[in-house]
RNA sequence: GCUCGGGUGGCGGAAUAGGUAGACGCGCAGGACUUAAAAUCCUGUUUUCAGUAAUGAAAGUACGGGUUCGAUUCCCGUCCCGAGCACCA
């Protein structure tokens, strides 16, 4: 080896001795505390990878050596998340088999990874679209089918439950989350059709078929999911999208709602990502109560967070796409709300929300407000929501900004029954007042209270007159399963002759070959045109697909156990790795990735497959590296910089350090090139701590008290900020190090070598190198992590326990002219008292960091 | 509109159980080496004022208040930027 730093010779060299000798290959062992550090796995893209995405790579391959060096025995692999729309469109323009490109984009990606000198247990690679992968991904499926979830035992049970209660009780006492269904008997329940008896156990699995407005984007031919929707728009490609009703699975994550929220708290995520989740999930507490529509005995069951203002409700507006519509129409009226009900279902979404202004029409029925008995008209407008509580609401016009506007326009009743506490109301309204720390008045019984108490004095009557009941509320839909797509999981579903749904064995269904990857246009997948496929002797096979995130939501478990071909992974390889201790990747996937993640993890738990039930515990949101000129790095603006470039021109090790050093780990920033220059002279200056001109230098001598100081300082440092993830200082810190180092031409072995160490997480392969030329013959990679001594940071001072305000400080240092026996001192509050001994006066010192900068007679 | 973050030199950013603000890097300026350049190394670099100079003084972490011996850090108010949610009753 050459005495000039030749990144490419050191980089090739490691690499390749580290494949060869397997060294970060890991296996169970019981003697050694696990540590899981995980990335999200990329979708395998044609365009490869660039210096963007390895900056969260970087941080938990850090980390990953570090546990190492800690004595961990650390689980940290890669894979790719491989199903997916840009290889199934690209398939439709060249005819390519998505299976060809995806394997040609993976063996771009290794490259790319292994470049920069990754410590992945490559034998732990897994690839959602192999079979051996995604029949425990049906298998999984499979499992949500034939389970449902018990409110009572607040988790997943078989089927075969429900239908022993079915047969024993009818369709009473029942627990179950899921849809309504008409009230039987057990001999009702037996003597139904095998097609009666399914669609009642439809309405409870955890996979089910779902009838419901969907997203359907014409120009893809495809349904898309909420997250996939921006602005009306597909996400990918920018096309229209207008709501459609069809079936499809659906995964009932609504029954975990409650535990999605709930274990949030027991998390180390980012509050972004938590509030994220939290919204989305949108639990909101009130009550439902019902309103007698005059005249007939039917009711309007309204959902409402304020039932505290219920005196106050003038009037009621029911949703345009309710069912049953005409009901609460007088004949009249009906066209004229018919035509409304018409043209809303017909306006996009994204005209809705752009229109402020309020519309609708009178039904030309009344309701009667059971608190009050008074009359109040029932309304149709578009601002009421059919999928969100009833679709109905009781609207108080003073106290709720939308209900005022609706009142303005068409000259409504306004009734103010809250005001704020220590004042009045003026009066006429001019806007809603919906603040909640007010008192109630012009409310009968309610006079007086303030919100909250009467929110639960409101909901008690409520429940006592029969007028309905304390109610919770959730934003949270089921999660639509089906992809009229080619290139995703098939369903382990054929359909038999009656058209009910039955699991097919042995799994996997394998993904057939077709002629064409276009979507069939008119809602079915490219599979139904495969008809030796689809056609079994036990009937039609489901078409569609699963959905992008299928793969993804399990494969962290995967990894513990990759190729097992019985099971997802071995309960021995579970209960040893057991969850994702730091789970890196970007926070784009909050509402739908690491929810569907942690709704999957759940129900794993309640079915025993797993003794914990959340799978992330620790989570770090890298922020995004952007092109110089501050636009996000895409083709599109031609400023994507490429790691291999990088890597060729500077090393891998400095694009390492640089990528920490840009800034904190969870902020975006743009790529600046001449920063990296920095970077790669601090490389030049740490070699020329190894050698002197072509000469190496490393003497045996023992280090000085100022030598072991400045390794002692970076020791400590490095270690906390490791632990913090707070990277960027860390390099700061080597950098200082070396400065130091070669100021004082420090060369000695005891020192560098212990600096080596700290620094090989950063940068592998010098590190590699300079230990063993070191003459050390195993690799610093098993090393340990050197623990730093105190005693050599104190230099020419005293130093006295002392405590500050009450609070124990372990030391603190200071530096006297006079000499320790010249002194007395004693600690008044956050003052040190310093009595002289020959009898001179009390003088109070204030200490900053060690050092009297202040003296008080 | 609501909910979270965040405003520090020319730039990226350090420093918060309150304690010498501006670490480290970039850029810039000057110097050494060189015939010259590159590379490398050294020195300086918040602002203002005073001084030939070493140096000294004052101000300074978006703005205005407060608590404290002491505030970038804690509290109240204002402004600005970023992210998320957005007719969810």
Request: with cysteine; charged share 20%; aromatic share 12%.
């Amino acid at each position: 080896m050459s005495a000039q730093y030749s990144f490419t010779e050191i980089e090739n060299k490691w690499q390749k001795q580290w494949e060869n000798t397997q060294l970060y290959r890991v296996s169970i062992d019981a003697n050694k505390p696990k540590y899981y550090v995980l990335d999200m796995f990329p979708y395998p893209s044609g365009s490869g990878l660039h210096v963007g995405h390895p900056l969260g790579y970087i941080a938990s391959d850090i980390v990953a050596r570090y546990k190492r060096l800690n004595g961990f025995n650390v689980l940290h692999p890669m894979g790719y998340d491989a199903f997916g729309l840009p290889a199934e469109q690209y398939a439709i323009q060249t005819g390519q088999h998505p299976a060809v490109t995806t394997e040609q984009n993976i063996q771009r990606f290794r490259e790319q990874l292994n470049i920069m000198g990754f410590s992945y247990d490559w034998d732990r690679q897994v690839k959602t679209c192999d079979p051996n992968y995604y029949q425990f991904t049906q298998q999984i499926f499979a499992l949500f089918f034939e389970h449902w979830y018990n409110k009572q035992s607040q988790k997943a049970e078989p089927i075969s439950n429900l239908i022993a209660h079915f047969e024993n009780h009818g369709s009473d006492q029942l627990h179950a989350h899921g849809g309504k269904i008409e009230a039987f008997t057990p001999q009702e329940w037996k003597a139904m059709s095998a097609l009666q008896q399914h669609n009642i156990l439809n309405q409870f699995r955890l996979a089910f078929i779902d009838e419901t407005t969907v997203n359907w984007c014409e120009a893809m031919g495809t349904v898309l999911a909420n997250e996939e929707v921006i602005n009306g728009l597909s996400e990918r490609g920018g096309y229209p999208v207008v709501r459609k009703k069809m079936k499809q699975w659906s995964l009932r994550i609504t029954a975990y709602a409650d535990r999605l929220l709930s274990g949030l708290n027991t998390l180390q995520w980012s509050d972004a990502i938590k509030e994220i989740q939290r919204n989305w999930i949108g639990k909101s507490q009130g009550a439902e109560i019902d309103f007698v529509v005059r005249g007939t005995l039917k009711t309007l069951k309204v959902f409402t967070t304020r039932p505290d203002t219920i005196f106050g409700a003038t009037f009621m507006v029911v949703a345009p796409e309710l069912e049953n519509l005409q009901e609460f129409c007088s004949e009249d009226q009906w066209p004229a709300v018919q035509a409304y009900a018409n043209k809303a279902k017909n306006r996009s979404e994204i005209d809705r929300m752009a229109d402020t202004t309020k519309t609708g029409v009178f039904t030309g029925m009344e309701a009667i407000n059971p608190f009050t008995g008074e009359p109040i008209p029932v309304w149709v407008s578009d601002y009421v929501l059919a999928n969100y509580g009833t679709g109905v609401i009781m609207a108080v016009p003073a106290h709720d900004e939308r209900d005022f506007a609706f009142a303005t326009t068409f000259n409504l009743n306004v009734i103010p029954v809250i005001k704020p506490v220590n004042s009045e109301l003026e009066l006429p309204l001019k806007e809603a007042f919906s603040a909640k720390d007010g008192v109630c008045f012009n409310s009968g019984f309610l006079d007086g209270l303030p919100v909250k108490e009467a929110i639960g004095a409101a909901i008690e009557k409520v429940e006592k007159a029969g007028w309905g009941q304390a109610k919770v509320n959730y934003k949270l839909r089921e999660a639509g399963f089906g992809r009229q797509r080619y290139w995703g999981e098939p369903f382990p579903i054929v359909y038999n002759e009656e058209g009910i749904p039955q699991l097919v064995n042995p799994l996997p269904v394998e993904l057939p070959q077709v002629e064409s990857y276009k979507p069939t246009g008119n809602g079915e997948s490219p599979l139904s045109a495969v008809s030796q496929w689809v056609n079994t002797p036990h009937g039609k096979r489901e078409t569609d697909t699963m959905p992008g995130w299928a793969g993804s939501s399990w494969y962290f478990l995967r990894y513990t156990d990759p190729q097992n071909t019985q099971e997802l992974a071995s309960k021995e390889a579970l209960s040893y790795w057991q969850q994702v201790d730091l789970y890196v990747g970007g926070s784009e996937h909050a509402t739908g990735h690491l929810l569907y993640s942690r709704f999957w993890t759940k129900f794993l738990y309640d079915l025993g497959y797993i003794t914990w039930d959340e799978p992330f515990q620790r989570l770090v949101n890298q922020g995004m590296i952007m092109g110089e000129d501050g636009q996000k790095m895409s083709k599109r603006w031609g400023n994507v910089v490429n790691p291999d470039d990088v890597c060729a021109q500077y090393g891998a090790d400095t694009l390492r350090m640089y990528e920490m050093f840009l800034g904190p780990l969870t902020d975006s920033k743009p790529w600046n090139t001449h920063g990296i220059e920095g970077v790669s002279r601090f490389f030049g200056k740490f070699w020329r701590l190894f050698y002197e001109g072509e000469q190496w230098a490393v003497t045996q001598e023992t280090p000085t008290a100022a030598e072991l100081k400045i390794l002692h300082k970076t020791i400590k440092k490095v270690t906390e900020d490791i632990e913090s993830m707070s990277f960027n200082t860390s390099v700061s810190a080597f950098m200082v190090a070396t400065n130091e180092l070669g100021t004082l031409k420090c060369r000695k072995k005891e020192v560098l070598e212990t600096l080596l160490i700290l620094m090989a997480p950063f940068a592998p392969h010098i590190t590699e190198e300079l230990w063993s030329q070191l003459g050390n013959t195993s690799s610093i990679h098993i090393a340990s992590w050197p623990k730093y001594d105190a005693s050599h940071l104190v230099e020419n001072s005293f130093s006295y326990p002392i405590s500050i305000n009450g609070k124990t400080r372990a030391q603190i240092e200071f530096e006297l002219n006079a000499s320790e026996a010249d002194i007395q001192a004693t600690v008044l509050s956050h003052e040190l008292v310093v009595k002289w001994m020959e009898g001179k006066p009390l003088k109070k010192f204030i200490l900053v960091k060690g050092r009297i900068i202040n003296v008080v007679v």
